[in-house]
């Protein structure tokens, strides 16, 4: 009996206006989107080829190690084609220093040249399941009992030994019929264009993860139907149930998943960013505080000057044409100066990680209340199955700073900052005497650098006073004639890559929540018919 009123309601559904339309729309809708998606995807993937490339040569082409700073590339997620989750919003670069510890991601996952025309079409595979999905779910189900009550054929079946039970199940059955066809077509649709797509492959884990998103979208399909008849069975017209339906349907897509954000930043604060950088900047001053004490207990090279040198953030510095001594002022500077450092980075670990901690309860507010919509349930599992959110992303940032942690020790390992070559790529056989430097360069002009500054001091041209000191070019006074380093033996950033299971670690809650909710709408909705006037 089930089976012959699931039957006759599919046929009923299959002819009529609703069905061709929800149909085009998701011919329509989802192969643009998806086709609109892999090439975003394409340009995202042809950056980060650019990027990891520039990278590479970047860690290949520098002769010391106070300029060994790799920097990760987040690999674009091929999933983010079906749901973007939080990738548009988060960086896909990270620096590695050992002055700080990573915090946010920097860069921009978005590739268009024309920012101007970010938001053209940016809806994804996800959204239109969250919208199309909920609304066909609806269409199908909120007349399903008024209209045979309108056309006096629920009566009809009533007086005869057909139970209500039975009855409500064959509605069920049948509108999932009608459903499911749409829901595999879409999933099928976009399946075959990632197949047709050439350059673009999933692996076994992601399509275990494609058919995770398609599981979640029949469950939140199944959760509206149950919507659609609980209202059919509380009503007594199609037209008010349409109108409840329609109501709830853009209460719990649109309002409430967006008014989530809205009050978690309304009601939960998160730490002060400007507060963050006062405090950062205490540790920084009160380590460079640090550093001038111990520059200023070293003891004093011959001659304070250096032929050539570069300098910049985070501890780097190259330099040629030294003195001996000046060359080992600078070794027992590194040597004292970049564990301290590291040492500040640690410390200011502490309130950067309160803060993250800040933003992490502000994001898991929103969730929460969004949860009290289905369409929200389903964003959060549905961009976990993508690996484009929140927790994914958090995972990998952690992955990152263990990376430093690995590259610090690798580092320390080697015992490079009290060595030279953590500064200078010149041997330290070919180290001179301040005087012998003067000497060289000068041609034998002057003997020492006292005869050199005695000379200069009387100099007005201050050019004049370093010509003389280019007479003769040295061979370890510029960086050209020294080879790049070799650092093959150095730790590379391997993240582990999304699983199935790793995926939906943190939505098995969640998705157990939906499951649990679907249940609870069934069974209102058999409770409600069970005493509905079927007259």
Not at 251 to 266: G, K, R, T
Not at 268 to 280: A, E, F, H, P, T
Not at 462 to 471: D, E, K, P, S, Y
Request: some cysteine; aromatic content about 12%.
């Amino acid at each position: 009996m089930i089976f012959h009123i699931a039957k006759k309601e599919f046929l009923n559904n299959l002819l009529s206006a609703r069905f061709v339309i929800g149909f085009l729309l998701c011919l329509v809708l989802i192969p643009f989107s998806i086709l609109i998606n892999v090439d975003d995807y394409r340009d995202q993937a042809n950056q980060y080829r650019l990027d990891q490339a520039a990278a590479e040569k970047s860690l290949k082409e520098i002769r010391v190690y106070s300029a060994l700073r790799p920097q990760i590339i987040f690999a674009p997620e091929p999933l983010g084609i079906f749901g973007k989750g939080i990738s548009a919003q988060v960086g896909n670069k990270v620096w590695i220093h050992l002055g700080e510890m990573p915090l946010l991601a920097e860069g921009i996952a978005a590739t268009r040249d024309n920012r101007f025309l970010a938001s053209f079409f940016s809806i994804d595979f996800v959204d239109i399941a969250a919208i199309i999905f909920s609304l066909l779910a609806l269409l199908f189900s909120f007349d399903a009992l008024t209209r045979e009550k309108e056309n006096g054929t629920l009566r009809l079946q009533m007086a005869n030994s057909l139970s209500r039970s039975k009855l409500l199940a064959g509605k069920v059955v049948g509108i999932l019929m009608t459903l499911l066809p749409i829901l595999v077509f879409c999933f099928l649709l976009g399946s075959v264009v990632i197949l047709l797509s050439g350059d673009l492959s999933f692996t076994n884990s992601e399509w275990g993860r494609l058919a995770a998103l398609a599981f979640a979208s029949l469950i939140y399909l199944a959760v509206f139907i149950f919507i659609g008849l609980l209202v059919s069975s509380r009503t007594k017209s199609s037209v008010t149930s349409l109108v409840l339906c329609l109501f709830l349907w853009v209460l719990l897509v649109f309002i409430v998943p967006n008014l989530s954000s809205y009050f978690a930043e309304s009601f939960v604060g998160i730490q002060s960013r400007d507060n963050l950088d006062r405090v950062l900047n205490d540790f920084d001053r009160s380590t460079l505080e640090r550093i001038a004490v111990v520059e200023k207990n070293l003891p004093r090279p011959d001659w304070q000057m250096s032929w050539y040198m570069s300098s910049a953030e985070d501890g780097y510095r190259e330099l040629y044409g030294l003195s001996a001594s000046y060359f080992e002022w600078e070794r027992q500077r590194a040597s004292a100066v970049e564990p301290m450092r590291i040492d500040n980075a640690d410390k200011k670990w502490g309130p950067q990680r309160a803060y993250l901690d800040s933003l992490d309860r502000q994001a898991r507010a929103a969730d929460f209340m969004a949860m009290i919509s289905p369409a929200g349930i389903f964003r959060i599992i549905a961009s976990a199955s993508c690996g484009t959110d929140r927790a994914t992303h958090q995972k990998r940032m952690d992955e990152v700073r263990r990376y430093r942690e690995t590259f610090v020790r690798y580092l320390q390992g080697k015992n490079i900052f009290a060595s030279t070559a953590y500064i200078t790529p010149t041997p330290p056989s070919a180290f001179r005497t301040a005087d012998a430097l003067v000497t060289a360069r000068t041609g034998g002009k002057f003997k020492s650098v006292k005869e050199y500054d005695d000379w200069a001091s009387n100099q007005k041209d201050f050019r004049a006073r370093w010509a003389v000191l280019g007479t003769v070019k040295l061979p370890n006074d510029r960086p050209d004639g020294f080879p790049y380093l070799t650092v093959d033996d150095m730790p590379r950033f391997t993240g582990r890559a999304v699983t199935v299971f790793g995926a939906l670690e943190g939505s098995i809650l969640r998705l157990g929540l939906i499951l649990f909710e679907s249940l609870i709408l069934f069974a209102l909705a058999y409770i409600a018919f069970i005493k509905y006037d079927v007259r």
